[in-house]
């Protein structure tokens, strides 16, 4: 039995280059086993200083050396999504070890090259797995090497920050070609200091260059797009709710197609998708758990199980997602909020723009009887208070508003400023609407406390020290004021020193935030990491 | 002499004036800078003094400072027209002193004198002298060729504080900073970021002039004012009153501005012509701020809501001396902790209070 697993191996391996040197195309079970063993000996490479657990899984070996061939069609299909290849890592690796050494006096030159571009795929394949899944592996590959939090994770940087780069654009246009979605051009004179992001203008939609009916793009989610650059749907939670809700619409009208495995067409499929939302306006820090979520549930689905089935479970998960952890935490922290005295009969509260979870703990606040006043602060040119301002005073909340500007005026009267949050870096700092470090910054001078509500969806591992690096940069056009009859910017394209700049994001430091409420409970800005490592143990 | 004619023009001059500042001083910023003001006033003053009838100096500082409490009262937050009465009143003083031999100006710097001298106040400033309508006229052109001079005078001083390829960044519209960085541009390069100021956004017009001086501007929103800071180098501005205590009131936004830059510890600029100092302090929570109508703010279109919600229109800010790194007048710079000093050099203290 140990002679059929080295007959194997190097048979296949002949096969395989056979194949590659007629020129032929490789069938689909091939293109498997070669990536399967290719992951297989770039694992062996690691695990060479463990002779023990060889010996071991020598033994293994001989029970599951038949298991690799018998089984082409389940194993791809897991290997293909990227996220389960760790599921195959345990159960390959045996197999692997034993064929490794016996392969090793019959290797020839053009095997070495095929196990070196072997290796090189392996090692692009497990980088793309690692990104999504470093719990997983943490979790299945016990006698492996220590949990995956602590190596090294390539990361690739996003490529919308990389826009100064010409060769990230080039690419970019090419995969967006690919994928036959159309490439959003910047507009008008970017300042210096930002020349790394990019632009839009709100007038040239992406939509206006779609064909429509469009073939590749769902409607709901062209829809979505053009809800997302016209800031028609505005705000973290809403824009990850409205996301699900097109994703779910998605999964209703597919079908897969023949030949296909639904976990794998299904993801492929989004794609496009997501990369048109990204075109429409940059990804938020929530869009981004929720989409791996949902890929993860995806890929999660055996491959044996019925159409219907297969979707109505990921409806269901999603449909779940949405209610643990933006609704109910919503709820859990409203409660934790009130319960625990954060608002005091007599407070004067102060709010910045418009956060649906801020909002949320007033009114609620308020249902219970607790006697407060809010004042609501608003900054141009989005001017997202007036919203907040309006759905407390339709629920009888007695308002003070005003602009940011006025904020050192108005905050001696205040006894406590609730801010909401974008996500939460891993370093402590809280990402946000452009103005909330200012406004902990001035609270922060007259000793009047801040806290910052937040589910821990929001949370996520970036780290980011400053508002420069990655940040978001909306339509200059939208600071152009009309006062009194005269525009004094109206030309400002024309004058080649001027430059307007609409910033959307900015980072508050840790020491200007006395307290983080979620769902979790009242913690510390710095906490943050703490709590990501347990979500990813438990996942 | 003055006849009845010339002094009905004497009032008809006075009435127009006042109702200038009560008309000009709503929400839009001021309708003229503040150097037109110390302008208009002084020559105003000059005025009263030729044609006004008085017999000795006494009399021409009532006439005077009955006057000034009318033009005060006319627009409280012009402290402009208070500090250009107090400088002429001083003036009178001083001439009236020199008139009569003795000069008195030393005695303000001795501990002893001050104890045992009243000064002046024992004086009633009764004797009449011939010359003193001249000399206080002539006094009060010289404090009008200084007044012309002092956006100038501050210009030149530029090149002393800004190094080429600086990142500076200022608050608002003044007219002052706006030639301070346009004479330094002349000679260096360097970038300038302008915070809007809601709601008037008097920072569009100043990065539209400082653009078309050749200088690269950029305008940001008042929210960014602290995420930007960390790039920048100097923050300077310009206010509407010095305080006594070296504070500033200046327009609203300047308090985050300053407390932004002292977390980055960047130096903290103020373009300040002499003028502008007031004997004032901020303890007058009732005179202390102006607010303008808030449709500014939340605008009549809003509809219901409007009756339901307290809208504030702040326009001016506290700036507190600490905050504040330097001051540059059209005599030098100073430190906020000078103020005082100068303050006892341009007025007297019996006249802090009109």
């Given at each position: 039995m140990a002679d059929s697993g080295v007959i194997d191996g190097p048979g296949r391996k002949d096969e395989i280059e056979r194949a590659k040197s007629e020129g032929k195309d490789l069938t689909k079970e091939e293109k498997q086993r070669l990536r399967k063993e290719k992951k297989q000996q770039k694992k062996n490479k690691e695990k060479k200083d463990d002779k023990a657990s060889q010996e071991n899984e020598k033994e293994k070996k001989l029970v599951t050396s038949a298991a690799p061939a018998s089984q082409p069609p389940t194993q791809p299909t897991v290997q293909k999504a990227?996220?389960?290849?760790p599921a195959t890592a345990p159960v390959s690796v045996p197999a692997l070890e034993a064929s490794a050494p016996a392969d090793k006096p019959a290797k020839t030159k053009a095997e070495l090259k095929a196990e070196r571009r072997a290796r090189q795929e392996a090692e692009r394949a497990s980088k793309q797995s690692k990104k999504g899944e470093t719990g997983q592996q943490a979790a299945t590959s016990?006698?492996?090497?220590?949990?995956?939090?602590l190596q090294p994770v390539v990361k690739r940087l996003p490529?919308?920050?990389?826009?100064?780069n010409p060769d990230v654009l080039k690419k970019l246009a090419k995969k967006l070609e690919r994928q036959q979605i159309p490439l959003r051009s910047d507009y008008g004179y970017k300042v210096s200091l930002f020349s790394h992001l990019h632009q839009y203008s709100r007038?040239?939609?992406?939509?206006?260059?779609?064909?429509?009916?469009?073939?590749?793009?769902?409607p709901a989610i062209v829809r979505l797009g053009l809800q997302y650059s016209h800031g028609i749907v505005a705000g973290s939670n809403a824009r990850s709710v409205a996301l699900l809700h097109a994703f779910k619409q998605v999964i209703r009208d597919y079908t897969t197609p023949q030949n296909e495995e639904l976990s794998r067409d299904l993801v492929n499929k989004l794609k496009p998708y997501i990369s048109f939302l990204n075109q429409c306006r940059p990804l938020s820090a929530s869009m981004g758990n929720a989409i791996k979520y949902i890929k993860k549930e995806i890929s999660n689905i055996?491959?044996?199980?019925k159409e219907e089935d297969a979707k109505s479970k990921l409806l269901n998960g999603i449909e779940s997602y949405i209610n643990e952890k933006i609704i109910l935490a919503g709820v859990a922290i409203a409660k934790c909020a009130i319960e625990k005295q954060?608002?005091?009969?007599?407070d004067v509260i102060l709010v910045y723009g418009c956060s649906s979870l801020v909002n949320h703990i007033l009114c609620e606040a308020f249902e219970k009887s607790r006697k407060f006043r809010v004042i609501v602060v608003d900054s141009r040119p989005r001017l997202e208070g007036k919203e907040a301002l309006r759905r407390l005073v339709q629920k009888g909340i007695s308002c003070t508003y005003v602009l940011i500007s006025a904020v050192s005026y108005i905050?001696?009267?205040?006894s406590k400023v609730f801010l909401g949050a974008h996500a939460l870096l891993a370093n402590g700092y809280v990402m946000s609407r452009v103005g909330t470090s200012q406004i902990a910054l001035v609270a922060k001078a007259f000793n009047v406390p801040v806290l910052v509500c937040c589910e821990?969806?929001?949370?996520?591992d970036r780290v980011q020290?400053?508002?420069?690096?990655s940040n978001e940069l909306d339509?200059?056009?939208?600071l152009i004021v009309t006062r009194k009859g005269t525009?004094?910017?109206?030309g400002w394209q024309n004058q080649s020193s001027l430059g307007l700049l609409n910033l959307v994001y900015d980072v508050t430091p840790?020491?200007?935030?006395?307290l983080v409420i979620t769902e979790l409970g009242m913690i510390p800005c710095t906490s943050v990491p703490v709590v990501l490592r347990v979500k990813n143990v438990d996942q | 002499m003055p006849g009845p004619y010339k002094e009905t023009d004497l009032t008809e001059r006075v009435e127009a004036f006042l109702s200038d500042l009560k008309r000009g001083?709503?929400?839009?910023?001021?309708?003229?800078g503040s150097a037109e003001t110390a302008r208009e006033t002084t020559a105003l003053l000059r005025k009263i003094t030729a044609q006004a009838r008085w017999g000795s100096a006494g009399d021409l500082m009532e006439i005077i400072r009955k006057e000034g409490r009318r033009m005060t009262a006319a627009q409280?937050?012009?402290?402009t027209v208070g500090n250009m009465i107090r400088r002429v009143l001083k003036i009178i003083r001083e001439e009236y002193a020199r008139s009569r031999g003795s000069?008195?100006?030393?005695?303000?710097?001795s501990l002893h004198k001050l104890l045992t001298s009243g000064g002046l106040s024992?004086?009633?400033?009764r004797q009449p002298f011939a010359l003193l309508r001249t000399n206080v006229i002539e006094a009060i052109n010289e404090l009008l060729t200084e007044l012309e001079g002092t956006t100038d005078n501050i210009a030149m001083q530029a090149l002393e504080h800004i190094h080429s390829n600086e990142v500076i960044m200022t608050i608002g519209r003044s007219r002052t900073v706006e030639a301070f960085l346009k004479d330094a541009a002349r000679k260096r390069k360097f970038h300038v970021i302008v915070?809007?100021?809601?709601?008037?956004?008097?920072g569009h017009e100043m990065a539209t002039n400082l653009s078309k001086a050749g200088i690269e501007t950029t305008v940001i929103t008042d929210a960014a004012i602290f995420a930007v800071?960390?790039?920048?180098n100097k923050v300077i501005i310009g206010t509407q009153t010095v305080l006594a205590n070296g504070g500033l009131r200046a327009i609203n936004g300047t308090h985050t501005l300053a407390l932004a830059a002292k977390h980055h510890s960047t130096p903290l600029i103020v373009c300040a012509?002499?003028?502008?100092?007031?004997?004032?302090?901020?303890?007058e929570e009732d005179t202390f701020h102006k607010f303008v109508s808030p449709h500014e703010v939340?605008?009549?279109?809003?509809?219901?809501i409007l009756s339901k919600v307290n809208v504030h229109c702040p326009v001016f800010d506290y700036v507190p001396p600490?905050?504040?790194t330097l001051f540059i007048s059209n005599i030098g710079g100073h430190a906020p902790s000078y103020i005082y000093r100068l303050m006892s050099e341009l007025y007297h203290p019996e006249d802090h209070e009109l």
């Open positions: 990227p996220s389960a290849v016990k006698p492996k090497a220590p949990p995956s939090d490529e919308h920050i990389q826009v100064d007038k040239a939609p992406l939509t206006q260059q779609l064909s429509i009916p469009s073939t590749v793009i769902h055996p491959s044996n199980s954060k608002i005091s009969d007599g905050l001696p009267e205040v821990t969806y929001k949370f996520c020290t400053d508002s420069f690096v339509d200059p056009d939208d525009t004094p910017l109206e840790p020491d200007f935030v006395d | 001083g709503t929400g839009a910023g001021p309708l003229r409280p937050s012009e402290t000069s008195e100006e030393a005695d303000q710097e024992e004086e009633n400033f915070a809007e100021c809601a709601p008037f956004c008097q800071m960390s790039r920048v012509p002499m003028f502008k100092l007031s004997p004032q302090f901020p303890n939340l605008p009549f279109t809003e509809g219901e600490e905050l504040i």
